[in-house]
Nanobody
Framework: QVQLVESGGGSVQPGGSLRLSCAASGFTFGRSVMRWYRQAPGKEREWVAFINIGGDTTNYADSVKGRFTISRDNNKSTVYLQMDSLKPEDTAVYYC???????WGQGTQVTVSS
């Protein structure tokens, strides 16, 4: 049974940082491309970042490029999202997803506000 458990969200001021984690189980994590998405209030879910199986290829949405960093630890079956220089428009629920499954976890709330 596929499970993805996101954590690490919270409330921060603009310019602050957070590190999100996504613990995976129920599938072969080391063979899965992983992505982070987010959904802001009243908006559709949008893609944020991508990481390949080996962790040596990443890609980002233009809105977060240069501020967010995706990484993974295949030994821990965990994918991370380091978020720096946070802006109010980054406020959203953040989700991770394995490329080959339609399963979504519960997400973790990130709120950026002064």
């Amino acid at each position: 049974q596929v499970q993805l458990v996101e954590s690490g969200g919270g409330s921060v001021q603009p310019g602050g940082s957070l590190r999100l984690s996504c613990a995976a189980s129920g599938f072969t994590f080391g063979r899965s491309v992983m992505r982070w998405y987010r959904q802001a209030p009243g908006k559709e879910r949008e893609w944020v970042a991508f990481i390949n199986i080996g962790g040596d290829t990443t890609n980002y949405a233009d809105s977060v490029k240069g501020r967010f960093t995706i990484s993974r630890d295949n030994n821990k079956s965990t994918v991370y999202l380091q978020m720096d220089s946070l802006k109010p428009e980054d406020t959203a629920v953040y989700y991770c997803k394995a490329a080959q499954f339609s399963y979504w976890g519960q997400g973790t709330q990130v709120t950026v506000s002064s």
